[in-house]
């Protein structure tokens, strides 16, 4: 009779016969089996361990570390390369003060960098340029300040180029400084917020919102909101009605979404209010995830009037009492006019107890009436908002 050691010498999916001559050996009487247990008359491989859910857990943690390692060292890495760039900047604005190198010290300094160390690019004529010109910009007040120093070391240096090249002075640098930081704004999307001016704009609406929320809720959204909003992205009609701007800005989510800034989600068009059995439609319905509380927008392609507020306040008064959870922040509303009367938008809005903005839209392009019929299909516009969010 044959053994278990000559059992074990097998590979038990060959040897049928034998396991039906004796049912009894089989695999779940063999521990060690390397095909695993016997179920419903045939063998069973051992579960994969990438389905194994410690495993799997373990996994996940480690690759999450491993990610937060090489953020931290790329971030150590800029900020050590930056450094040493506001140095360089210095010792090349001295040398070129106080030493007699002549013109010419400047691209010969590269020549000889760039031979020494041919890996790095730093050490271009134009990136030493860049050097000395972002040294200079931010030298005379902040030199003393390595609290602002430090500030520079924390964005790429792409993005501090583009900020000396575009900035007119240290206040603006320092808000772009400053809102890169706080945003994690890829180097294009600063480029447009810098074109599109949100220096000027950021925080510029008239609203209620000191005598409506508490402090410091008061002063961040305040801060949230602009004016005017720029709807450059637009491609609308010179006489366009709400209608209009409201499927536009729907259709551009992304990018209305971008100029609205960050924080906001976008929840829905027409958002449907049943009130006391009526029905009810708010233009655009969003949710500000750092402020937490819902934010109503409604549009107007004409001049702000006083009964605009009313009906936003009954909006904002709405969404507390349907939508709003205990856990959300009291509702905002921003109404976006074509254009106000700053003073008139302040008595409507002085005895309003719900919080709500007022601002402006531009749109420096509009497109000429007899053009119309030459705007972007449904499933252009579609296929153009797929490719954006891929």
Same mark, same amino acid.
């Given at each position: ?18 396991? /039906? ?21 045939? *063998? ?5 361990? &990438?389905? /194994?859910?410690?495993? #799997? ?48 010290? =400047?691209? !010969? ?50 993005? /501090?180029?583009? @900020? ?13 400084? !400053?809102? &890169?930081?706080?945003? #994690? ?7 447009? !917020? ?20 508490? #402090? ?11 004016? *005017? ?40 068009? !027409?958002?449907?209010?049943? $009130? ?18 819902? $934010? ?34 009291? &509702?905002?509303?921003? =109404? @976006?006019?074509? +254009?106000?009367?700053?003073?008139? $938008? ?27 019929? +030459?705007?972007?299909? @449904? ?5 153009? =908002? ?5």
């Amino acid at each position: 009779m044959m053994n278990r050691r000559a059992i074990l010498s097998y590979p038990c999916e060959t040897k049928n016969n034998f396991w /039906n001559q004796s049912p009894a050996m089989n695999c779940q009487a063999i521990p060690s089996c390397p095909y695993g247990t016997k179920i419903g008359g045939e *063998p069973r491989m051992n579960q994969p361990l &990438t389905k /194994n859910k410690d495993y #799997s857990a373990w996994l996940k943690e480690l690759k999450n570390n491993i990610r937060r390692v090489q953020i931290k060292a790329a971030v150590r890495i800029n900020s050590e390369l930056l450094q040493f760039y506001w140095n360089l900047g210095q010792d090349i604005v001295d040398r070129q003060k106080n030493a007699n190198w002549g013109a010419g010290f =400047l691209k !010969q300094f590269s020549i000889d960098m760039s031979s020494e160390f041919p890996d790095m690019k730093g050490f271009s004529l134009t990136n030493l340029k860049y050097v000395r010109q972002w040294y200079l910009f931010y030298s005379q007040k902040i030199e003393k300040s390595q609290q602002a120093v430090d500030q520079l070391t924390q964005i790429p240096w792409g993005h /501090n180029i583009a @900020i000396v090249s575009k900035c007119k002075n240290l206040d603006e640098a320092l808000f772009y400084v !400053q809102k &890169t930081i706080q945003n #994690s704004w890829a180097r294009s999307v600063l480029i447009h !917020q810098i074109e599109s001016d949100l220096f000027r704009r950021a925080g510029q609406a008239i609203t209620n919102f000191k005598a409506t929320l508490p #402090s410091p809720q008061s002063d961040l959204a305040r801060e949230t909101l602009k004016d *005017p909003y720029n709807f450059d992205f637009l491609t609308l009609t010179e006489k366009h009605d709400e209608k209009e701007l409201e499927n536009a800005l729907v259709k551009h989510v992304t990018k209305f979404l971008l100029e609205l800034g960050a924080g906001f989600s976008y929840i829905g068009q !027409q958002y449907r209010l049943e $009130v006391g059995g009526d029905e009810f439609f708010i233009d655009l319905l969003f949710y500000h995830i750092k402020l937490h509380c819902y $934010v109503v927008i409604e549009l107007k392609s004409v001049k702000f009037r006083p009964e605009f507020a009313g009906k936003l306040n009954f909006y904002v008064s709405a969404v507390d009492g349907i939508l709003k959870s205990e856990q959300d922040n009291a &509702t905002l509303g921003i =109404l @976006i006019c074509k +254009s106000k009367n700053d003073t008139v $938008v302040e008595y409507a809005l002085r005895d309003i107890r719900k919080p709500i903005g007022v601002s402006e839209y531009i749109i420096t392009k509009n497109l000429p009436d007899e053009f119309k019929s +030459s705007l972007p299909s @449904i499933e252009e516009i579609e296929a153009e =908002l797929n490719g954006n969010e891929k």
